[in-house]
C-alpha cells in the first residue's frame, strides 16, 4: 500500500485560512469514510484532530475542519495561530489495513 | 482519562533484542485494539499492524513481518512490542495507538526511541 500524497510544506500568516490535501486512490480515501486527520508538534506524539472525514474529537478547536472529495480528503485551519505550526497527516482506512500520508509542514510566517 | 504510558528509551547494539511496553489506564483494554506506529528520524508515519486485544491474535503490515512481535498482558492492561536481531535502520520512535474505529487512532502513547549502534 503506497503512502497518501500530502503537499510537503504549507503556510500562511496568523489569522488565514490554510487548506492541506490527501490524494489517495479509490482502494482507499475515495472508498472510505474512515479518512482522519493527526496534528504532531516537534518531538511529541501525533494527536487526532479530525475522524471519518469531518468529525472533531470532543473539545477541539472548530477552527479545524475535513472534506472529501473523490479521492482527496482535505484539512483546513482557519484563523491559523502560531500553535498550529506542526506537521500533520492523513490516514485512511483501506479494507483491512491503515495506511498514512506523506506529511505536511504547516509554517506560521 | 485515557492515557498510554510507554517504556523509555533504549539503547542497543545491532543483534540484539528489544521489548517496549505500553501501558494503558482509563478505560477497558479489551474493548479497543492495539495499534503499533514507527517514526524513523525526519519521516513521516508509518503503520505497523495491529493487536486484537480480545484474542490477542496479531496482524503485521509487510515489512513488518518475522522480526516483530507485538503481545498482551490484559492482566496489566499492557500492549508490547518487541524487535529482534537488531539492525541500525530499525532506530525510530515507536508510538503505541488505541483504535478508536476503523483506522482511527485516537490516543497516542509517548513513544519509545530505540536506538541501534554499535
Known amino acids: 500500500q503506497s503512502a497518501l500524497t500530502q503537499p510537503a510544506s504549507v503556510s500562511g500568516s496568523p489569522g488565514q485560512s490554510i487548506t492541506i490535501s490527501c490524494t489517495g486512490t479509490s482502494s482507499d480515501v475515495g472508498g472510505y469514510k474512515y479518512v482522519s486527520w493527526y496534528q504532531q508538534r516537534p518531538g511529541k506524539a501525533p494527536k487526532l484532530m479530525i475522524y471519518?472525514?469531518?468529525n472533531r474529537p470532543s473539545g477541539l478547536s472548530n477552527r479545524f475542519s475535513g472534506s472529501k472529495s473523490g479521492n482527496t480528503a482535505s484539512l483546513t485551519i482557519s484563523g491559523l495561530q502560531a500553535e498550529d505550526e506542526a506537521d500533520y497527516y492523513c490516514s485512511s482506512y483501506t479494507g483491512s489495513s491503515t495506511v498514512f500520508g506523506t506529511g505536511t509542514r504547516v509554517t506560521v510566517l | 482519562q485515557v492515557q498510554l504510558v510507554q517504556s523509555g528509551s533504549e539503547l542497543k547494539k545491532p543483534g540484539a533484542s528489544v521489548k517496549i511496553s505500553c501501558k494503558a489506564s482509563?478505560?477497558?483494554?479489551?474493548?479497543?485494539?492495539m495499534n503499533w506506529v514507527r517514526q524513523a528520524p525526519g519521516q513521516g508515519l508509518e503503520w505497523m499492524g495491529w493487536?486484537?486485544?480480545?484474542?490477542?491474535?496479531?496482524t503485521y503490515v509487510q515489512g513488518f513481518t518475522g522480526r516483530f512481535v507485538f503481545s498482551l498482558d490484559t492482566s496489566v492492561s499492557t500492549a508490547y512490542l518487541q524487535i529482534s536481531s537488531l539492525k541500525a535502520d530499525d532506530t525510530a520512535v515507536y508510538y503505541c495507538a488505541r483504535d478508536g474505529s476503523r483506522a482511527t487512532f485516537d490516543y497516542w502513547g509517548q513513544g519509545t526511541l530505540v536506538t541501534v549502534s554499535s
Open positions: 482509563g478505560y477497558t483494554f479489551t474493548r479497543n485494539a
Open positions: 471519518e472525514v469531518s
Open positions: 493487536i486484537n486485544t480480545k484474542t490477542g491474535n496479531p
